[in-house]
C-alpha cells in the first residue's frame, strides 16, 4: 500500500510550451503533497506544499507563476511549468504522508528536458 | 531553518565491507527518514526512524534525537547497494528537508 504514482516518467518540450506533471495517490486520500526538484548530482529541494482545495504554499525563490500546483481531489495534484526554458530541465517529483507516523512516500519522479 | 548535514560526501568500498553514514541536523525533530535513491532517481524509503532503533535485513539504522543525529549501518555490502543515501528531517507533519546525500559505490 502507500503508492504514489507520478506521470510522465519523463518529457521533453521545447522552449516556450508548457509541461504539466501529475501525482496521484492510489490508495490513500491525502490533503497535502510536496513537490521537490533535483538537478544531477545535487540534493532535492522542495518547491512547494499543495493543499488540497487551497492555494499552494511556494518556498522561498520559487517562482509561483512559473510553477503552477494545482490539488484539486484528495488523489491528485498537478505541476504545470509554464513557459519552460532549457534551465526548468531537472527531476521533478512528489511525495506524500500515507498516514502520520509512518513518514513520506515519494513517486517515481519526471525527468524534463526543455530543448 | 534546520540544517542537515551528511557524512561522508562519497565512500567507495569493496563488496562484503559494512559502513556507517551520519546524519546530523541542527535542530528537534518529530520525523527522520532514510532514503536510497537509485539510478533511475526512485527514493526508496529505508527507514522513518525519528528516534530509536531500527532493522531491517542487512539495514539498520539508529537515531539519537537528543544529540541530533542519525546513523544507518549497511552489512555485508552489495553492488546493488549503490546509489545515493539521503537523510531528510522534519520539525513539523509538515514538509521534511533532505541533506545533500552520501554517494556509495560498491566495488565488485
Known amino acids: 500500500g502507500a503508492v504514489v504514482s507520478q506521470h510522465p516518467s519523463w518529457v521533453i518540450c521545447k522552449s516556450g510550451t508548457s509541461v504539466k506533471i501529475e501525482c496521484r495517490s492510489l490508495?490513500?486520500?491525502?490533503?497535502?503533497m510536496f513537490w521537490y526538484r533535483q538537478f544531477p548530482k545535487q540534493s532535492l529541494m522542495l518547491m512547494a506544499t499543495?493543499?488540497?482545495?487551497?492555494?499552494?504554499?511556494?518556498e522561498q525563490g520559487v517562482e509561483k507563476d512559473k510553477f503552477l500546483i494545482n490539488h484539486a481531489s484528495l488523489t491528485l495534484s498537478t505541476l504545470t511549468v509554464t513557459s519552460a526554458h532549457p534551465e526548468d530541465s531537472s527531476f521533478y517529483i512528489c511525495?506524500?504522508?500515507?498516514?502520520?507516523?509512518?513518514?513520506?512516500?515519494f513517486g517515481s519522479g519526471t525527468r524534463l528536458t526543455v530543448v | 531553518g534546520i540544517q542537515v548535514e551528511q557524512s561522508p560526501p562519497d565512500l567507495i568500498l569493496q563488496e562484503g565491507a559494512n559502513s556507517t553514514l551520519r546524519c546530523n541536523f541542527s535542530?528537534?525533530?518529530?520525523?527522520l527518514q532514510w532514503f536510497h535513491q537509485n539510478p533511475w532517481g526512485q527514493l526508496i524509503n529505508l527507514f522513518y526512524?525519528?528516534?530509536g532503533t531500527k532493522q531491517n535485513g542487512r539495514l539498520s539504522a539508529t537515531t539519537v534525537a537528543t544529540e541530533r543525529y542519525s546513523l544507518l549501518y549497511i552489512s555485508s555490502s552489495q553492488t546493488t547497494d549503490s546509489g545515493v543515501y539521503f537523510c531528510?528531517?522534519?520539525?513539523?507533519?509538515?514538509?521534511?528537508?533532505f541533506g545533500k546525500g552520501t554517494r556509495l559505490h560498491i566495488l565488485p
Open positions: 490508495d490513500f486520500q491525502a490533503t497535502t
Open positions: 499543495s493543499n488540497e482545495g487551497s492555494k499552494a504554499t511556494y
Open positions: 526512524i525519528p528516534s
Open positions: 531528510a528531517v522534519g520539525q513539523t507533519h509538515d514538509k521534511i528537508i
Open positions: 535542530d528537534s525533530v518529530n520525523n
Open positions: 511525495s506524500a504522508i500515507p498516514l502520520r507516523g509512518y513518514g513520506y512516500t
